[in-house]
Nanobody, 115 residues
Framework: QVRLVESGGGSVQAGGSLRLSCAAS????????MHWYRQAPGNQREWVAS???????NYTESGKARFTISRDNAWNRLYLQMTSLKPEDTAIYYC?????????WGQGSQVTVSA
C-alpha cells in the first residue's frame, strides 16, 4: 500500500520560510518521479514542482526562484523548501506520485502566509 504523509506546514508572515516533508512508503521511492501540488480555498489543485528519480527538477513559474524541491532516497523523503513566502502561497500542499498506473496523494499540509 502506497502511503504519502506530509508534514512541516504552518503559519508564517510574508517573507518567511517553511520546509515541507513527505514520507513515502509502499513504493520503490528511488525510482519514482515525485511532485508537489497545492490547493488554495476556492481554487483547483495546481502543480508546484517536480523531481525525477535522477534529481532533475522543474517548477511553476511563481516558485522557480523561491522554492527548492529535493529528495532523500535513503530515507524515502521528499522535501519542498519555500522561501520569500507570499500570502498567495497560502494553500494546502500535497505530495503526489504515480505507481502501477495509479495516482497517490498525501493528506496535505496547510501553509498559511499572512501579510
Amino acid at each position: 500500500q502506497v502511503r504519502l504523509v506530509e508534514s512541516g506546514g504552518g503559519s508564517v508572515q510574508a517573507g518567511g520560510s517553511l520546509r515541507l516533508s513527505c514520507a513515502a512508503s509502499g513504493v520503490n521511492f528511488k525510482i519514482q518521479p515525485m511532485h508537489w501540488y497545492r490547493q488554495a480555498p476556492g481554487n483547483q489543485r495546481e502543480w508546484v514542482a517536480s523531481i525525477t528519480s535522477g534529481g532533475a527538477t522543474n517548477y511553476t513559474e511563481s516558485g522557480k526562484a523561491r522554492f527548492t524541491i529535493s529528495r532523500d532516497n535513503a530515507w524515502n523523503r521528499l522535501y519542498l523548501q519555500m522561501t520569500s513566502l507570499k500570502p498567495e502561497d497560502t494553500a494546502i500542499y500535497y505530495c503526489h506520485t504515480f505507481s502501477r498506473g495509479r495516482a497517490f496523494w498525501g493528506q496535505g499540509s496547510q501553509v498559511t502566509v499572512s501579510a
